[in-house]
């Protein structure tokens, strides 16, 4: 498997784990040694391991579990990382996700996700036109 | 001046060019040949080089120039590649960014940028404690 459909494999894995509830799959996801963020959807940023991996906990331990299906996930790969984007697709939103991995040991790890919403008119399956930009954006 | 200064340097840089609405100064920033992206708020994601400056050179002509101010910027590196987090301050509102640099040909370049708001009640310096989870997330 090279390298894009292994971040691919990966990537689904994540939303696996996320879907299943599934801790002890997440946890092998995320690097062990290197540095490691995560930026929830309107959260402050989690920065370390240890904050990374509690929110997980915490949130997969969730008795009403979050359907959320990736879609369009798309790699693009430097020397050491390669970043996944994709949509994630709720009940009655969507939101766009970056999930950066890294090489550890030998094999690739998760070391940053952020995710936020797509604005409702964004919703396209195109990019919105440039000469189109919405308001109140950066 | 080592790796994590240059980042913190060109972070700075980055949000100077979209406040002095310095095409140029942006369009130098980004990679030339590696894979770049960029997930403006709410928008669609721009895949490539074209789309994504095209979407600056859009804002930046912008007549009512977007006020951002930077604020809280870490870094953390991998081998070819540095992540640098940080809170963009607006009027309004507060978004967190990620913003990764990658080396190209022995420059740090930057390669993706996502920016997502930070919701009112976790507008807090410290992160979200882990036990209050935010609701309609993830």
Redesign the interface.
């Known amino acids: 498997m090279n390298d894009t459909d292994t971040l691919l494999t990966l990537n689904q894995a994540f939303y696996r784990a ?1 879907a299943d509830r599934n801790y002890a799959a997440m946890d092998a996801l995320w690097a062990r040694h ?2 490691v ?1 995560c ?9 370390g391991r240890d ?1 990374v991996m ?2 997980w ?3 997969l331990a ?1 008795p009403v579990p ?1 359907l ?1 299906r990736p879609r369009h996930a ?1 790699v ?6 390669g ?1 996944v ?1 994709c949509e ?1 697709v709720l009940a009655e939103s969507v ?2 996700a ?1 999930n ?1 991995f ?2 550890e040991d030998g094999a690739w790890r998760l ?2 996700h ?6 409702p008119q ?1 919703r ?1 399956d ?3 036109p ?2 189109t ?2 308001r109140r ?2």
């Open positions: 996320f290197l540095p963020t930026l929830h959807p309107g959260w402050m940023p989690l920065r904050a509690q929110s906990r915490d949130l969730n979050t959320i798309a693009q790969l430097y020397t050491d990382s970043l984007i994630e939101l766009m970056s950066l890294v090489r070391a940053h952020q995710s936020g919403p797509l604005a964004a396209v195109r990019p919105r440039p000469d930009p919405p954006l950066h």
